[in-house]
C-alpha cells in the first residue's frame, strides 16, 4: 500500500512539473478587442468569425493574472481539469485601492484580474492558438463551452468541441460606453482528441503514455521562470503558485 501511495504522489509531482514548465503561450496568442474582432499574435491578424476551431479542452486554465506596468508580473492559475479551485481574490495581497491604477473614467483598477487559458487550432491548416482572456464576455464564453463538454464527456471522453468564433452584443446601461461586444464560442461538431496535431510533440489519445493519451497540460508562467510550486490541498483540489 505504501508503494503505491508513493507511486501515486511520484505521479502527480511529475504531471504538474511538466505541465508547469510549458511555454506561456502556445501557438499564436489570439485575443478578443472591444471592438467585436478576435486578433492573433503581434501582428495582430484578424480571424474571422466562423473560423472552425477545435478546442484542447485538457489545456483550459483558470486563475488570476496580476499585472503591473501593463505587464503580466504574476499568475496564479492551474487546469480544470484536475480540479483547480483558485484561491479568494482577499488572499492575494495588493488589497491597498490607493496604490492601483485607475480606468480612464476614475474607478480603481484590480491588478488582480481573473483570467482563463485556453488552447485552440485550426482544422483548416492546424495552426495553434492560445485563447487569453480576463475579460467577463470571454470567461463566460469559455464557462458555456466548459458546460457543454462537460456534458458530453460522459458519454464519449476522448472528444473535444469543434467550435465557431461568433459575436454577441448588448447595449450598457450606461449609454456612454455604447454596446459591447463579447465573444461567443458556437459549438458545431466534435472530433476525437487523437486526429488533432499534438500540442508541442504531447502524445496523442492512441500513444501509451500512461496519462489516458491527452495532450500535455499548457499552463501560463511567468516571466522570468516560475519559482518551485507548491501544492496544497483543499476539498480534494490542488492549488498551484507558478
Known amino acids: 500500500m505504501a508503494n503505491q501511495v508513493a507511486k501515486a504522489t511520484q505521479n502527480f509531482f511529475e504531471r504538474y512539473g511538466e505541465a508547469a514548465t510549458q511555454r506561456n503561450i502556445v501557438g499564436r496568442l489570439l485575443k478578443f478587442n472591444k471592438f467585436g474582432e478576435f486578433r492573433a499574435g503581434q501582428e495582430e491578424e484578424e480571424i474571422k468569425r466562423g473560423t472552425a476551431l477545435a478546442a484542447y479542452m485538457p489545456s483550459l486554465a483558470v486563475g488570476y493574472v496580476r499585472w503591473e506596468d501593463s505587464k ?7 487546469p480544470v481539469g484536475e480540479g483547480f479551485v483558485p484561491p479568494p481574490r482577499s488572499e492575494l495581497g495588493h488589497l491597498d485601492q490607493s496604490k492601483w491604477d485607475t480606468f480612464d473614467d476614475g474607478r480603481p483598477r484590480d491588478p488582480w484580474q481573473r483570467s482563463n487559458s485556453l488552447i485552440l487550432v485550426d482544422l483548416e491548416d492546424e495552426e495553434l492558438f492560445t485563447f ?21 464527456i460522459g458519454r464519449k471522453p476522448d472528444e473535444v468541441p469543434i467550435i465557431e468564433l461568433d459575436v454577441g452584443s448588448y447595449q450598457h446601461r450606461n449609454r456612454s460606453f455604447g454596446e459591447i461586444r463579447f465573444p ?16 508541442d510533440g504531447a502524445p496523442t489519445a492512441g500513444d501509451d503514455d500512461g496519462n489516458g493519451g491527452e495532450p500535455a497540460l499548457a499552463l501560463p508562467e511567468p516571466e522570468p521562470a516560475p519559482k518551485p510550486a507548491v501544492a496544497k490541498p483543499a476539498k ?3 492549488r498551484y503558485k507558478i
Open 72 to 78: 503580466p508580473a504574476e499568475i496564479i492559475m492551474g
Open 132 to 152: 487569453n482572456t480576463s475579460s467577463k464576455g470571454g470567461r463566460s464564453a469559455i464557462g458555456e463551452l466548459a458546460k457543454v463538454h462537460g456534458k458530453h
Open 184 to 199: 461567443i464560442f458556437k459549438v458545431t461538431g466534435w472530433i476525437s482528441i487523437d486526429k488533432l496535431p499534438p500540442i
Open 236 to 238: 480534494q483540489t490542488a
